[in-house]
């Protein structure tokens, strides 16, 4: 009897997907090879399925000084024991691929969907919603047509469009003032293939964050912590490794303490009632601290920075889960990045 734990990156892409035959694109396949051995970090038991055992042992030991011996490869899983699957997260093409190397605790094809739908943008749109207050800012919506989109441009002059279910930076797009023939394309294939797309108002980004949580599934979520990342054009770079005092005094520079506690709350609250009997996991909140109009003119609430309090939900473990997970092992004042060069990724934890 043994838990088994997967980094699948290319999850979000698969979601999208919706396909139990599903090829990741390269880059998805080569940070899963690269990078499969990230578990072992927070793994207490089990067994950690990576695509070279070697390569994993190799590069684990690198990177955290100490050595793991439960790397299995897949076709060593049909004679594990294995009653129990964590993934970075679950989707169709995951669940054909244990079941096809022999794996059988996995869950059905309606868990899954209702997994997917989950995952859908809408439900970041009404938590959106559910958090606004005076210190808040950012608005969205859904719309199913490109009438819509235009309407929502000449109103506001600005627009996040994004996909429903999409990887990081892949299904986004900016839109200034107008829109041109390729954006328009695009907005009206993703409608087709997803039924809509979710507009945002723009909002001045000063600093990246994130809230790190864990459903029960039972109606309670449990706050791990804080999440301070970098991104560039959509695409993660690293996460600051520090105390949660630390990462709290950093943000509390431009939101208060108490707004953040109580937005904490609220998610909890909100999201424990909608994955109850429905979703039982680790999931992250991505948020910014955000400032200015469309001229990116300085505007404050109360004196204060504004908090757009979810810009995203990824409902899957997340480099904030890695990073708090490394944050236990390592010294504060560390940053963990991750860096791509001779193709190949490398997980790196540098002195800051």
């Known amino acids: 009897m043994a838990v088994l734990h997967i980094f699948n990156p290319e999850h979000d892409i698969a979601l999208a997907a919706n396909l139990s035959n599903f090829t990741a694109p390269h880059a998805g396949r080569q940070l899963r090879h690269d990078l499969g051995y990230l578990p072992a970090i ?18 684990f030991a690198r990177l955290m000084h100490r050595p793991f011996d439960r790397f299995v490869g897949k076709h060593q899983l049909a004679k594990l024991d294995i009653t129990r699957v964590e993934p970075w997260g679950w989707d169709l093409a995951l669940r054909s691929f244990l079941l096809r190397y022999g794996v059988k605790t996995v869950p059905s094809e309606e868990e899954i969907e209702v997994i997917r739908d989950l995952s859908h943008r809408k439900h970041a749109v009404d ?21 819509e989109v235009k309407q929502a441009l000449g109103n506001c002059g600005k627009l996040v469009v994004k ?21 328009q394309r695009w907005i009206k294939n993703v409608v087709a293939a997803q039924g809509s797309v979710v507009i945002e108002t723009y909002c001045h980004k000063i600093k990246d964050f994130g809230m790190e949580f864990e459903s029960d599934g039972r109606g309670q979520v ?6 301070l990342f970098h991104a560039e054009n959509g695409a993660y770079m690293g996460n600051i490794l520090a105390s949660e005092d630390e990462k709290m005094e950093i943000i509390s520079h431009y939101i208060s303490t108490d707004l953040l506690v109580h937005i904490q709350q609220k998610i909890c609250d909100h999201l424990g009632e909608l994955y109850r009997g429905r979703y039982a996991g680790p999931f992250g909140v991505d948020m910014m601290v955000a400032r200015g109009d469309d001229n990116g003119q300085l505007s404050m609430a109360n004196g204060q920075y504004l908090l757009n309090p979810c810009v995203e939900i990824n409902l899957r473990r997340t480099m904030g889960h890695v990073a708090l997970a490394l944050a236990e092992q390592v010294p504060s004042d560390h940053m963990m990045r991750v860096e791509y060069s001779d193709n190949t990724y490398k997980m790196k934890i540098k002195q800051i």
């Not at 927070?42 to 590069?59: F, H, K, M």
């Not at 892949?170 to 829109?179: A, E, H, S, W, Y």
Request: zero cysteines; glycine letters at 8%; hydrophobic letters at 40%.
């Open 222 to 227: 449990r706050y791990l912590g804080l999440s």
């Open 163 to 183: 996909a429903p279910w999409s990887s990081s930076g892949r299904g986004v797009r900016f839109i200034d003032n107008t829109l041109n023939d390729y954006q």
């Open 42 to 59: 927070w793994a207490t038991d089990g067994y950690v399925l990576v695509e070279n055992v070697e390569d994993a042992q190799r590069d």
């Open 127 to 147: 938590l959106l919603r559910a958090l606004e207050m005076e210190d808040t800012t950012g608005q969205s919506w859904l719309a199913d047509t490109i009438v």
